[in-house]
């Protein structure tokens, strides 16, 4: 359940922070490639990456589609809805199958899905 209210916690910032989203570094963006999932307490999240463009899920619906680039160790989310777009940077670390991402000061571990 923690990882869930991390994900609202995304969404919400995303509602409200607008950050300038910058270049994409190759190297990084080539890793992220691909389908991320986090389960704790029962609850599922869901992160894909695809040549830019990114799906996020709580559970089985989609909870954001947007873009993405990466800039060092920080992936910049865009997200546009109605006119308004909406972007934030979150730190990650990708070690093996493990993407770490710090989101409101705490980490969240996702598992690559092959």
Excluded at 33 to 40: A, D, F, I, K, R
Excluded at 90 to 114: C, I, K, P, W
């Amino acid at each position: 359940m923690k990882n869930g209210f991390k994900l609202i916690g995304i969404i919400a910032a995303l509602a409200v922070i607008g950050l300038a989203a910058t270049s994409c570094e190759r190297g990084e963006a080539a890793g992220l490639q691909g389908t991320w999932v986090s389960t704790e307490d029962g609850a599922t999240v869901t992160m894909t990456f695809n040549n830019g463009d990114f799906v996020s899920q709580w559970g089985s619906e989609p909870t954001m589609i947007g873009t993405y680039t990466v800039d060092g160790n920080f992936i910049n989310l865009t997200v546009e809805d109605n006119g308004f777009t909406a972007s934030m940077a979150l730190e990650f670390s990708l070690s093996g199958n493990t993407l770490t991402l710090e989101v409101d000061g705490e980490e969240m571990d996702l598992t690559r899905q092959r």
